[in-house]
T-cell receptor
Framework: GAGVSQSPSNKVTEKGKDVELRCDPI?????LYWYRQRLGQGLEFLIY????????KSGLPSDRFSAERTGESVSTLTIQRTQQEDSAVYLC????????????FGEGSRLTVL | AQRVTQPEKLLSVFKGAPVELKCNYS??????LFWYVQYSRQRLQLLLR??SRESIKGFTADLNKGETSFHLKKPFAQEEDSAMYYC????????????FGKGTKLTVNP
């Protein structure tokens, strides 16, 4: 595809359940980022991948959050034992290297925890 | 720690009026500043970056290290400029983490 693709676009789950959010970056983009945006808030950095390694995972809020990336391709963000405060839009972005600082964003996955 | 502050959550101007969206940052190192924009029903995208010193869609932004600011300006606002604007910062040549402000919603009225 031409852009960053995220799935699902919407996810409603019950408190305590695990969820997986998927991101397909633009082909050839080596860097991949996950951000969280709560209602009325800015973008909160979660984790950044260069290839399949994560040099910076400082933004993961708790050990319930984890992410992995396969090569320079798909990434999955997993939230275990979801809580209501996890409700947010989860945005994925990719970039071709890191020189320009230009991130290409997906449309986001909206997570609602009941 | 890096911090980006956008003091105005909402900004409303009339078409043809000048507009300035404020951005202040807190960072001890050498920063690289960006403005990202999200139009209605579109994805977040890069508008401009300070190192390019370019004007995009009539917008300019100058990095003022003394005032730690990177305000976005346009002399004559257009209705199509209505959008959410986010200021962002990263460490020059260091960590690639891009830190965003909370955003300013700009509405340009006819």
């Amino acid at each position: 595809g031409a852009g960053v693709s995220q799935s699902p676009s919407n996810k409603v789950t019950e408190k305590g359940k695990d969820v997986e959010l998927r991101c397909d970056p633009i082909s050839g983009h080596t860097a991949l980022y996950w951000y969280r945006q709560r209602l009325g808030q800015g973008l909160e950095f979660l984790i950044y991948f260069q290839g399949n390694s994560a040099p910076d995972k400082s933004g993961l809020p708790s050990d319930r959050f984890s992410a992995e990336r396969t090569g320079e391709s798909v990434s999955t963000l997993t939230i275990q034992r979801t809580q209501q405060e996890d409700s947010a839009v989860y945005l994925c972005a990719s970039s071709f290297g890191t020189l320009t600082g230009e991130l290409f964003f997906g449309e986001g996955s909206r997570l609602t925890v009941l | 720690a890096q911090r980006v502050t956008q003091p105005e959550k909402l900004l409303s101007v009339f078409k043809g009026a000048p507009v300035e969206l404020k951005c202040n940052y807190s960072y001890s190192g050498s920063p690289e500043l960006f403005w990202y924009v999200q139009y209605s029903r579109q994805r977040l995208q890069l508008l401009l970056r300070h190192i390019s010193r370019e004007s995009i869609k009539g917008f300019t932004a100058d990095l003022n290290k003394g005032e730690t600011s990177f305000h976005l300006k346009k002399p004559f606002a257009q209705e199509e400029d209505s959008a959410m604007y986010y200021c962002a910062l990263r460490n020059w040549g260091g960590s690639e983490k891009l830190v965003f402000g909370k955003g300013t919603k700009l509405t340009v009225n006819p």
